[in-house]
């Protein structure tokens, strides 16, 4: 119960609510509409998601402040490639909500002649760019711990004497020892990645997100119903984040 009340009193964590019922509307309409839902079910579904979008908007207004903070406390780490990914996601992510600001302000009829299309377009290009550079990190990560796991490896494996081999064709062999390595290297990222949950839930929910700007702008074609189970899966672990910070991937 207390992490509910810690969790219900965060904005972020009421908009990434908001998002989930959002991603489920668009699911849930997708469904319909494959099964031949009628109309008014459909309208009543695209209107909700709409409200939802626009209350979402609502919530992270000031975001960008909180961005631009995140960029200036990545400035410090120590790690170069930490640093740069880090600025640069967060640099994207204030773009990316000053624009949705102001797609608020024309959606509520602050600002009645914007053109909404053009902001939303630009919007998305800066979210897109943010999630490149958050995959990105995420490699990073995962190399670096790929690079741990296999020096652990070769302190903990034993010098032995290798037996005797029938001789083999050389393409023959090098293809079986390509082989075995390619499966020693998904071993180990296996290995990795489960005993890192937080990087997982990272890795995961970028790579969910990367599909909504990739279908708005056009870059990559998908149903309605991808688009809403990638965009229910990202925001269900993002909520698992906020109620268990330690799975929060940190720098």
Known sequence: MEAWVRFSAQSQARERLLRAAQYACTLTGAALSRAGGSSGSLSR???LEAHLSLGRKLLRLGGSAEALGGAQRSLHLPDPVLRFCLTLSHLNRALFLACDN??????????PGLALEKWSQRAFRYYLFAL???LSRDAYEIRLLLERAEA???RGKSPQKSPQKSPQ???EGRIQHLRLQLQLQLQLL??????????????????????????????????????GFCGLTSSVLSIITILHPWLKLKP
């Open 152 to 154: 652990a490896r070769k």
């Open 102 to 111: 102001v797609l608020w302000a024309g959606k509520s009829g602050l600002l």
């Open 132 to 134: 490149v550079v958050n």
């Open 45 to 47: 579904l695209q209107q």
């Open 190 to 227: 296996l290995q990795v990645l489960w005993e890192n949950p937080p990087l997982l839930l990272d890795l995961l929910r970028n790579a969910c997100d990367l599909v909504i700007p990739l279908e708005k702008l056009g870059l990559c074609r998908s149903s309605p119903g991808i688009v």
């Open 169 to 171: 064709p050389q393409a």
